[in-house]
């Protein structure tokens, strides 16, 4: 039986991890309509593993015999002023989840809820990674400027992923 405090912060955790994919919808959404189809791509494939991440608590505090609550998510943000202000924005927002994971780690931590720990020990990773590749694409769009021709190659590239 999972742990109630434990139980509330994961319930908690599921609502960040599904706002998290509909700012990248939204995302999707700005650049779609910026004419930047590859960045559009990848920031759908951010949603699927956004609802994924969210997905993978929902079972896990079900397989623990605890009871999923889902809760309000907010309206997100839908108007940036370049790609490189976009990916910023992912940066800043990954950053925030990995703060917001590393909170429960230590949540699950005072509460001795061992099975919780080993279970985040996957969202720490993935945070590095998801970090990690938001910094990449950033630094890179930097590099390349704001000229027309870099950011479609860019887009070209976001397009493979
Ligand atoms: Fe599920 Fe991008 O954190």
Same mark, same amino acid.
């Given at each position: 039986?999972?742990?109630?405090?434990? @139980?509330?912060?994961?319930?908690?955790?599921? &609502? !960040? $991890?599904?706002?998290?994919?509909?700012?990248?919808?939204?995302?999707?959404?700005?650049? $779609?309509?910026?004419?930047?189809?590859? *960045?559009?791509?990848?920031?759908?494939?951010?949603?699927?593993e956004e609802?994924g991440?969210?997905? &993978?608590?929902?079972?896990? %505090?079900?397989?623990?015999? +605890?009871?999923?609550?889902?809760?309000?998510?907010?309206?997100?943000? +839908?108007?940036?002023?370049?790609?490189?202000?976009?990916?910023?924005? #992912?940066? @800043? !927002?990954? &950053?925030? #989840?990995?703060?917001?994971?590393?909170?429960?780690?230590?949540? *699950?931590?005072? @509460?001795?809820?061992? *099975?919780?720990?080993?279970?985040?020990?996957?969202?720490?990773?993935? =945070?590095?990674?998801? $970090? =990690?590749?938001?910094?990449?694409? %950033?630094?890179?769009?930097?590099? /390349?400027?704001?000229?027309?021709?870099? /950011? #479609?190659?860019?887009?070209? !590239?976001?397009? *493979?992923?």
């Amino acid at each position: 039986m999972i742990n109630k405090t434990v @139980e509330i912060a994961i319930n908690d955790h599921i &609502k !960040h $991890e599904l706002y998290s994919a509909y700012l990248y919808l939204s995302m999707s959404a700005w650049a $779609e309509s910026n004419n930047l189809p590859g *960045a559009a791509h990848w920031l759908q494939a951010q949603f699927n593993e956004e609802q994924g991440h969210a997905l &993978k608590l929902f079972h896990y %505090v079900n397989e623990q015999g +605890g009871r999923v609550t889902l809760q309000a998510i907010s309206q997100p943000p +839908g108007e940036w002023t370049s790609l490189l202000d976009l990916f910023q924005q #992912v940066l @800043e !927002h990954e &950053k925030k #989840v990995t703060a917001l994971i590393n909170r429960l780690y230590e949540a *699950a931590a005072q @509460e001795k809820d061992y *099975a919780t720990q080993i279970m985040l020990q996957w969202f720490i990773s993935e =945070q590095v990674e998801e $970090e =990690q590749s938001a910094a990449q694409i %950033v630094e890179t769009l930097k590099m /390349v400027g704001n000229a027309g021709h870099a /950011v #479609v190659m860019m887009d070209r !590239h976001l397009a *493979a992923r």
